[in-house]
């Protein structure tokens, strides 16, 4: 998948002094953005770099209780774990102790019985479907979601709630 990013006005959307900036995601041949979002500064150079070259995504969201409520997901681009610092390895290149490294680190990164390198989902973006359109089958809605997205067939979360407000009446 290649996505670009476009950085939107924060008017109104995050404190001046919040350090985020807002953002839209596109695809190729399509005005419309797939995803919005408010990233710091490491997200979004992370998301930069990454998005240099086509990516794999994915949509991380728990299953409401009932089949009317509403669905939150964030939307997430899958690295590989080692290309990812955390703050607890900032915080350990940061140490000059010889007693605060991990008495594990003669292992290295080599799991017994693991073929598939590991990956973490980075989640950059949120998603939100009002109205199941598959609540028989949660996969299925996730997939659909993520591919409505996709297509720029979704409206900022704020405009759907007006929407459906303006329909309840």
Known sequence: MSLSIRQTDTE?????DSGLTAVAFHTPDNPRPSFRALLPPETLAT???????????????????????EIHAMVGLELPADSIETGAEREEESSAEPWSTSSDAWRGDVHDGEDTPRTVLLAFAPLVR?????????GEELADLLESALAGDTRPVLQARVDRLLEDL
């Open 130 to 138: 009002l109205r199941r359109k598959h609540p028989e089958d949660f």
């Open 12 to 16: 109104g959307l995050a404190p001046e």
């Open 47 to 69: 998301l930069e770099r990454a998005f240099l070259e086509p990516v794999r995504l994915g949509v991380l969201a728990e299953e409401p209780e009932t089949p009317d409520a």
